[in-house]
């Protein structure tokens, strides 16, 4: 085993794991911000809105990751193109470049996934404490803001915890498409140095580093937040 | 778009048959990786309960480490390691060195990973049996194997059935990782047959609906597994 490549790549290493962190931190967001309404439209939606949302979530669950990926940045991406005027619009630099479809990717992966989780999220909330907060005089809006979503993500909070390992177990997929996170680097390293296995050592040392630190966040999260009184 | 559909066709500009070429090595990846996890699983869950001290602490860093490093990761460490330590091994007894079928590689490395989620999956299973069951099994003088393989793996299917469900539809999904090391399955197939043709969008959905298909004729299987298995038992 030869470590002595790792100063002279330190640089590249750092910037591949911020770039990962971006990755995970926006899908996990806006994913989750997609997963709310989709697993409410289930419980309270009209009947063809939550079948599209039930169908968005089987079909997302149903295929691998690497093939929707693919199928975004390949797929769709080819057809920007041939749109007239695109080449000099404003959307230009964005749609060329990867980690905009990258972040579209694992953003809807991440709502299909947790839009399953929250449905039974939010079934899970005794009706009585609904009844009880419109009963108080407050609106739909508040009633979800103040009481359903609460207590919906107090019921789950773990599965979302083990969700966001996931997301970050997913995100070395982005290096198919070219984009140079964490594990992007790592090859990169290899292909540099033809060291074979010290880089993917590394590399999954620091993610196996990430998963620990977040674990141990959302724990601490955990505890903060008062236990489901009813189970 | 319409008229390309016949490049999913089968008689030649037609890709149909490669991509069912491709679908059928996933489908066997996908089986001898499960198969090899159950089995990996159902002694390291035995492992873990019953094992002397050291066993239990290798299982623990087995399952933690395999479970918290990304697929992608393993897939190629794995790889190179497994098949560099094969080499080492065949020529330090004088053998050829052999080159390992991207199936055998597929399914080794696949079910090695899927072994650490079983090994969970089936030690819930096996602690959620009542503890009385196994007892009885020993009043009644069983061995510990006779208690263990009468009593212990038929009781603990019922709770694990939902998990074991779910790993197959995991595993199904990771053999499309595969690609990435050019293994041959339908994602290299599909890859290969969109590069080659440029129609990305077709052959990328047409992955996708081959994927979903085989998760949703695998729920259906799966299901009658467990209704059949839950038989007399209380709904959960």
Do not use: H
């Not at chain 1, 939010?122 to 009633?143: D, I, N, Q, T, Y």
Request: with cysteine.
């Amino acid at each position: 085993m030869d470590w002595s490549w790792i100063p002279e790549y330190s640089d590249r290493l750092i910037s591949g794991f911020w770039l990962t962190l971006q990755l995970l931190l926006m899908s996990a967001t806006m994913g989750f911000m997609l997963a709310i309404p989709i697993g409410l439209v289930q419980n309270t939606g009209p009947k063809w809105l939550s079948m599209i949302a039930r169908g968005f979530c089987t079909t997302i669950r149903g295929t691998p990751l690497l093939i929707q990926l693919w199928l975004i940045y390949y797929g769709v991406g080819s057809l920007f193109p041939d749109i007239d005027g695109i080449r000099e619009s404003f959307l230009w630099p964005y749609l060329r470049a990867a980690f905009p479809y990258a972040v579209t990717a694992f953003t809807l992966s991440v709502a299909g996934y947790t839009g399953e989780i929250m449905r039974g999220a939010f079934a899970g909330v005794p009706k009585g404490e609904l009844e009880a907060a419109r009963a108080m005089g407050m609106s739909p809006f508040k009633v979800l803001v103040r009481i359903w979503l609460p207590r919906a993500v107090q019921n789950v909070f773990p599965t979302l915890a083990g969700e966001f390992v996931l997301t970050l177990k997913a995100t070395p997929l982005a290096a198919t498409i070219t984009i140079y996170e964490l594990f992007g680097r790592s090859t990169e390293i290899r292909q540099d140095t033809f060291r074979v296995y010290e880089p993917l050592l590394l590399v999954a040392g620091i993610y196996i580093l990430m998963t620990a630190v977040i674990v141990v966040i959302f724990r601490w999260f955990e505890n903060r937040i008062p236990k489901p009184s009813i189970a | 778009m319409f008229e390309s559909l016949q490049l999913l066709w089968i008689e030649t500009p037609g890709r149909g048959l490669s991509l069912l070429a491709g679908l059928v090595s996933t489908i066997q990846i996908a089986v001898g990786a499960y198969a090899l996890g159950l089995i990996i699983g159902l002694f390291g869950a035995l492992g873990k309960i019953n094992g002397p001290a050291p066993l239990k602490w290798l299982l623990e860093i087995y399952t933690t480490l395999i479970r918290a490093v990304p697929e992608l990761v393993l897939i190629l460490l794995l790889y190179y390691a497994g098949t560099a330590a094969l080499n080492n091994m065949l020529e330090s007894f004088g053998y050829e060195t052999a080159n390992i079928s991207g199936l055998v590689a597929g399914i080794l490395v696949l079910g090695f990973v899927q072994g650490a989620y079983s090994t969970e999956v089936i030690r819930a299973a096996m602690l959620a049996v009542p503890k009385g069951q196994v007892e009885a099994a020993q009043a009644f003088g069983m061995s510990r194997r006779q208690s263990v393989l009468r009593i212990l793996i038929p009781a603990m299917i019922p709770f694990a059935l939902p998990g074991l469900s779910n790993l197959w539809l995991i595993v199904t999904k990771d053999t499309a990782l595969l690609a990435v090391v050019g293994f041959f399955e339908l994602a290299t197939t599909v890859r290969e047959s969109a590069a080659s043709t440029q129609k990305y969008l077709l052959f990328y959905l047409a992955a996708a609906a081959i994927y979903l298909t085989l998760t949703l004729v695998s729920n259906v299987i799966f299901r009658r597994i467990e209704n059949r298995y839950r038989r007399g038992q209380a709904a959960v």
